[in-house]
C-alpha cells in the first residue's frame, strides 16, 4: 500500500509559479514511476509529466520548458516546479503512483493517486 499527499496548490497570477510536492509512504518509493495529472472542470483527467525510477522524465506538450518534475528518493518526496503559468493550467494536480511495468500516459496505468491539490491561474 502507497500513500500519497499532495501539497503546495493555490492562487497565481499568469506568469507565475508555484511548485507542488508529492510526499509517498513506502519503502519501495525509488522502484516506483511517479507521475502528475492534471483535471479542470468538465474535462477529463491529462497526463502532465512523469518521472521513472532510472530519473528518466516525458512531459506533456502543453507544459513542456515550464514545468519540470524531480525525485528525492531519499525523502519519498517527487516535486514539480510549474514556471509560466496560464490561466489554462488550472485545474487540481494529482500525483500518482505506477507500481509495475514501463512507461504509462494514462491514468488507468496508475495503482495508487492522492487527494489532488487546487491550482488556479488568473489572467
Known amino acids: 500500500q502507497v500513500q500519497l499527499v499532495e501539497s503546495g496548490g493555490g492562487l497565481v497570477q499568469a506568469g507565475g509559479s508555484l511548485r507542488l510536492s508529492c510526499a509517498a509512504s513506502g519503502r519501495t518509493f525509488r522502484n516506483y514511476a511517479i507521475a502528475w495529472f492534471r483535471q479542470a472542470p468538465g474535462k477529463e483527467r491529462e497526463f502532465v509529466t512523469a518521472?521513472?525510477?532510472?530519473?528518466?522524465?516525458a512531459y506533456a506538450d502543453s507544459v513542456k520548458g515550464r514545468f519540470t518534475i524531480s525525485r528525492d528518493n531519499a525523502k519519498n518526496t517527487v516535486s514539480l516546479q510549474m514556471d509560466s503559468l496560464k490561466p489554462e493550467d488550472t485545474a487540481v494536480y494529482y500525483c500518482a503512483v505506477r507500481t509495475t511495468g514501463g512507461p504509462q500516459y494514462t491514468p488507468l496505468g496508475y495503482d495508487y493517486w492522492g487527494q489532488g491539490t487546487q491550482v488556479t491561474v488568473s489572467s
Open positions: 518521472i521513472w525510477s532510472g530519473g528518466s522524465t
